[in-house]
């Protein structure tokens, strides 16, 4: 397995708008980044780059939601790791010959490998390793993505 780098890190928040007006604030980062509902992943989130590496902002619309809940047990911090791979398959085999365990995407309620917008992922259990969840994504290439995630200006 070889892992690329560093996809994204979602940053579990209790509010979203506030905690982006510090990035801005803070960070320099651009007025024009604002968040949005995203309905299907029970979240309201604000995305946005360091260098080549993705952040995600990250609040719960609902208190039983996985944001909401890593809050409620470790405070607002780093929830995930989003590390971009080569091999998805070859990623999770590894892993779990050494241990790890699967854990259910809770917006697509699939345990395992499984096809996303961006690419197919997968997450390990919170306890694989210190410190943070990891997702996988192996990242489509062209002429990869299903025709279900195409939108207009992608066909």
């Not at 397995?1 to 320099?28: N, T």
């Amino acid at each position: 397995m070889e892992i690329l780098g560093v996809k994204h890190l979602a940053i579990a928040v209790s509010d979203c708008d506030a905690a982006l007006a510090q990035y801005q604030r803070f960070l320099g980062i651009s007025q024009d980044v604002k968040p949005r509902d995203l309905v299907k992943g029970g979240s309201r989130e604000a995305h946005f780059m360091f260098g080549d590496v993705q952040i995600q902002i990250c609040q719960s619309l609902e208190e039983n939601h996985r944001f909401a809940q890593f809050i409620h047990e470790h405070g607002e911090g780093l929830h995930h790791a989003c590390l971009s791979v080569d091999n998805i398959e070859e990623a999770v085999a590894q892993s779990l010959s050494a241990g790890a365990i699967l854990k259910e995407c809770k917006s697509c309620q699939i345990t395992g490998i499984h096809e996303h917008p961006e690419g197919w992922i997968a997450f390990l259990e919170g306890d694989s390793v210190p410190g943070m969840e990891i997702e996988f994504m192996q990242v489509y290439k062209d002429g990869e993505m299903p025709e279900r995630f195409k939108r207009p200006r992608d066909v």
